[in-house]
């Protein structure tokens, strides 16, 4: 996920955006998504998003705690 | 710049929602605590969750497990961060829960980095994959 151009591990994701069930844009970056999707008049608010990485369902959060 | 706060990895980051041109904080860097426990990218206390405008995209929802075996229920969508000091920055899912207080930065977000927590010499470093 970090951007970096020789990294050889976690390879980086592609964002497409989506509008009603019709993709209205895609970047290598959100900051280029939303470059396309303002090219575009639409509204980032009106589209969901998705990854070529997929959000897991269910992840692990560890457990915090705080002296009281 | 990343360092320990007492025993606890710390990283100095702006976050950012480039769909809708927020930063947080809006000058200078937030410390977020390195939770090598936190499987997800970015969690985030709602107050700066909504100071970021993520709150008006498009969220999903989703389960994070405890170490007790608890589960929360999670909101988020794709944000953006930067560490300037240590180059590293990227896109990912950015997520807020009830009662969290602090800005959380989980693994996903280190998964192109390499981290060094040196106890010995009480220092952490982080620096971008070669």
Request: aromatic fraction near 6%.
């Amino acid at each position: 996920m970090i951007r970096s151009p020789r990294s050889a591990s976690t390879p980086a994701p592609r964002f497409k955006a989506f509008e009603g069930g019709r993709e209205v844009a895609d970047g290598a970056s959100l900051d280029e998504l939303s470059s396309k999707l303002r090219e575009g008049g639409v509204d980032p608010r009106a589209v969901r998003i998705v990854s070529t990485m997929p959000v897991r369902q269910v992840v692990r959060a560890g457990l915090r705690g705080k002296r009281t | 710049m990343s360092g320990l706060l007492g025993l606890t990895p710390t990283l100095r980051v702006v976050l950012r929602n480039p769909l809708l041109g927020k930063r947080y904080p809006e000058g200078g860097e937030a410390l977020a605590v390195v939770d090598t426990g936190y499987e997800g990218f970015i969690a985030l206390p709602w107050e700066v969750f909504s100071a970021l405008s993520l709150d008006e995209l498009h969220l999903e929802e989703r389960r994070l497990v405890l170490a007790n075996g608890g589960t929360l229920s999670a909101k988020g969508c794709y944000g953006a961060f930067s560490a300037p000091a240590v180059g590293l920055s990227a896109d990912g899912f950015v997520e807020s829960y009830e009662g969290l207080q602090e800005v959380l930065f989980g693994v996903e977000a280190l998964s192109r980095a390499r981290v060094l927590l040196d106890y010995c010499n009480k220092r952490m470093t982080a620096e971008p994959c070669p």
